[in-house]
């Protein structure tokens, strides 16, 4: 996936991040160390002049260890919000990775207005998703923003 030259260093934080939520998903990695080392690497196919902006590596950090130590306290609140009779478990991993970091700044992150998480992440889900994934996510962020920040 190419960057857009105009996508800004917290934008492309999150997206790295996202990915690397994935990766550790699917690789069973735990160690944030490890996470964030893969997360940052460019592949060795891409060209580097295409890529502009540099992720903020502290927003980058901030969500991939915020997510990983607070894991079961977000995924009970993703939960919380499914529909009656569907598991966590069921959700695409990619698409979890995405609602984890949302609702990992939802929770943890209060000086960072809703309005703007949900712009960055549904951003972000547009990277990826088409219409009804971007929707679901759009629906649970919704509802989790609105129990967390009553």
Same mark, same amino acid.
């Given at each position: ?11 492309l934080a999150i997206l790295v991040a996202v990915q690397g939520l994935? *990766?550790? =998903?699917? *690789? ?14 460019? &592949? ?20 991939? *260890? ?12 993703? #939960? #919380?919000?499914?529909? &009656?009779?569907?598991?966590?478990? !069921? ?15 939802? #929770? ?6 809703? !309005?703007?998480?949900?712009? =960055?992440?549904?951003?972000? /889900?547009? /990277? ?10 759009? /629906?649970?962020?919704?509802?989790? *923003?609105?129990?967390? !920040? #009553?």
């Open positions: 996936m190419t960057c857009e030259n105009n996508i800004n260093g917290k934008t994935y *990766s550790s =998903e699917v *690789s069973g990695e735990v160690d944030i160390d490890n996470i964030l080392k893969k997360a940052i690497k460019i &592949p060795a196919d891409s060209d580097e002049d295409e890529i502009k902006s540099k992720p903020n590596k502290k927003q980058l950090k901030k969500i991939i *260890s915020g997510v990983q130590k607070n894991k079961d306290e977000i995924d009970i609140l993703i #939960k #919380k919000f499914l529909k &009656p009779g569907w598991e966590i478990n !069921r959700l695409d991993m990619l698409l979890l990775s995405i609602i984890r970091a949302a609702v990992f700044e939802l #929770k943890y992150c209060e000086d960072v207005p809703v !309005r703007v998480v949900f712009d =960055e992440y549904m951003n972000v /889900a547009h /990277a990826f998703y088409d219409t009804q994934e971007v929707g679901f996510i759009n /629906a649970i962020l919704d509802s989790i *923003s609105v129990d967390l !920040r #009553k």
